[in-house]
């Protein structure tokens, strides 16, 4: 009798103080939901800045396609263009070489929710009081950031490929892999959401990256193609990318006259659907709209219960 008693006293106290204890939580609101993002974004460069090795190996694919296979190549480029013997083929690669040093970056950045998530992370911050939809920002602009930067480290090599240092043309070229940068990691992100596995998500990814990088229009023109691979880069998001960035690059570069029109002619075409010729602000809004619209979907599923 005397136990139960105690017992009874002892609920009694914790009821009581259960009273006196509240538990707030901070409301949701975009100061928050812009904290959030600001902290995901730090977290991810945090995390490149720890991983020397990703980064020093990340540009080792890009160095070996443009001085090896633009060099070994530059003798296909002669036979094409007879009338500018002084041309280099490393310069026409350069734009879907730079596009490359993104890539990969953009598309594997995303690996961390997969890995995050394995490990029982990613449940603590999506149970934190912040939409998940700043936790998805943050992961896009935090990979864009760092995929970027390793874009424009590799800019630094423009000479190698006698592109010149022009303030205009650089800035430019940063800003279409921001863009770009963007809308991979906008891509990959859609993809971790759904995949559990971390060895699942980089075979995909493996197997994503590569025809997205030859079909973009790299390493060849995008001219005389038969009809179904015409149709399979038109599709690719990369192409609306390395075609401005190869025209911008053209458009910069000091030969004579006659020389640039050969050049742009067989080598830069414009991009076309059935003939009608993309304008500039069409391709690049294209990807923006792609970008988003993957964001979105990758927010969708992460509003999901898990």
């Given at each position: 009798?005397?136990?139960?008693?105690?017992?009874?006293?002892?609920?009694?106290?914790?009821?009581?103080?259960?009273?006196?204890?509240?538990?707030?939580?901070?409301?949701?609101?975009?100061?928050?939901?812009?904290?959030?993002?600001?902290?995901?974004?730090?977290?991810?460069?945090?995390?490149?800045?720890?991983?020397?090795?990703?980064?020093?190996?990340?540009?080792?694919?890009?160095?070996?396609?443009?001085?090896?296979?633009?060099?070994?190549?530059?003798?296909?480029?002669?036979?094409?263009?007879?009338?500018?013997?002084?041309?280099?083929?490393?310069?026409?690669?350069?734009?879907?070489?730079?596009?490359?040093?993104?890539?990969?970056?953009?598309?594997?950045?995303?690996?961390?929710?997969?890995?995050?998530?394995?490990?029982?992370?990613?449940?603590?911050?999506?149970?934190?009081?912040?939409?998940?939809?700043?936790?998805?920002?943050?992961?896009?602009?935090?990979?864009?950031?760092?995929?970027?930067?390793?874009?424009?480290?590799?800019?630094?090599?423009?000479?190698?490929?006698?592109?010149?240092?022009?303030?205009?043309?650089?800035?430019?070229?940063?800003?279409?892999?921001?863009?770009?940068?963007?809308?991979?990691?906008?891509?990959?992100?859609?993809?971790?959401?759904?995949?559990?596995?971390?060895?699942?998500?980089?075979?995909?990814?493996?197997?994503?990256?590569?025809?997205?990088?030859?079909?973009?229009?790299a390493l060849y023109p995008l001219s005389g193609l038969p009809a179904w691979l015409t149709v399979l880069t038109r599709l690719d998001p990369l192409t609306y990318i390395v075609g401005p960035m190869r025209h911008l690059v053209f458009s910069n570069l000091s030969v004579p006259p006659d020389v640039a029109a050969v050049i742009n002619t067989r080598l830069a075409p414009t991009i076309t659907w059935v003939?009608?010729?993309?304008?500039?602000?069409?391709?690049?809004?294209?990807?923006?709209?792609?970008?988003?619209?993957?964001?979105?979907?990758?927010?969708?599923?992460?509003?999901?219960?898990?």
């Open positions: 009798m005397a136990t139960q008693t105690t017992e009874s006293a002892a609920v009694a106290d914790a009821g009581a103080v259960a009273e006196r204890i509240r538990v707030s939580v901070p409301d949701r609101g975009l100061r928050h939901d812009l904290r959030a993002v600001s902290i995901v974004w730090r977290r991810e460069l945090i995390r490149f800045r720890t991983d020397r090795l990703r980064a020093i190996t990340s540009l080792v694919q890009p160095f070996l396609f443009l001085f090896i296979l633009g060099t070994g190549l530059s003798t296909l480029a002669g036979a094409r263009l007879p009338h500018a013997a002084n041309f280099d083929f490393k310069t026409f690669i350069y734009p879907g070489v730079l596009a490359m040093s993104v890539l990969f970056t953009s598309l594997f950045s995303a690996a961390s929710i997969v890995w995050d998530r394995e490990f029982g992370f990613l449940r603590e911050i999506l149970v934190a009081p912040v939409s998940r939809a700043s936790i998805v920002v943050g992961k896009c602009l935090g990979g864009a950031t760092i995929a970027t930067f390793q874009g424009v480290i590799f800019l630094c090599l423009a000479w190698f490929a006698h592109v010149p240092y022009n303030p205009a043309l650089i800035f430019s070229l940063i800003g279409m892999l921001l863009l770009l940068s963007f809308t991979l990691t906008a891509f990959g992100v859609m993809m971790a959401a759904r995949i559990r596995q971390f060895q699942a998500f980089m075979a995909l990814n493996q197997m994503i990256a590569m025809p997205l990088f030859f079909l973009s229009g003939g009608w010729p993309v304008p500039l602000w069409l391709s690049l809004a294209m990807v923006a709209a792609m970008g988003l619209g993957m964001m979105t979907v990758a927010i969708a599923e992460f509003s999901k219960d898990e």
